[in-house]
């Protein structure tokens, strides 16, 4: 539940987790300043340095849904749910809602 941080579902693999980070600092590089000329980001004219944690969020999605079959979360053989952290500078809360009979 916060625009900078990312749930999604994957293989828990660590190859796979360091190129995911990998991949996003090329797409999306952490840059503090507010001057795009500079690699800098609009948003960080607000007094934020965070722009980046933004778009990776986005990239990455917000949220996640997973079927539970008598009692237990119905995921494939592979599949993991991760919460990945872009700013880590704020508290952060985890929203979990059943749905269902």
């Known amino acids: 539940m916060h625009l900078t941080a990312s749930v999604c579902i ?3 693999e660590s190859g796979l987790h360091a190129e995911y980070e990998h991949w996003l600092e090329e797409l999306v590089p952490f ?3 507010s001057d795009p000329s500079k690699g800098g980001y609009l948003h960080n004219r607000t007094g934020e340095d ?3 944690a933004h778009h ?3 990239i990455m999605g917000r949220e996640v849904v997973v079927a539970i079959t008598d009692g237990k979360l119905h995921l494939g053989p592979w599949e993991h749910i991760f919460y990945y952290e872009f700013d880590g500078k704020r508290r952060k809360r985890v929203l979990v809602k059943m749905i269902g009979e």
Do not use: E, L, S, T
Request: charged share 25%; hydrophobic share 10%.
């Open 50 to 52: 965070n722009a980046d």
């Open 10 to 12: 994957n293989n828990n």
């Open 31 to 33: 840059n503090p300043g």
């Open 56 to 58: 990776k969020r986005q």
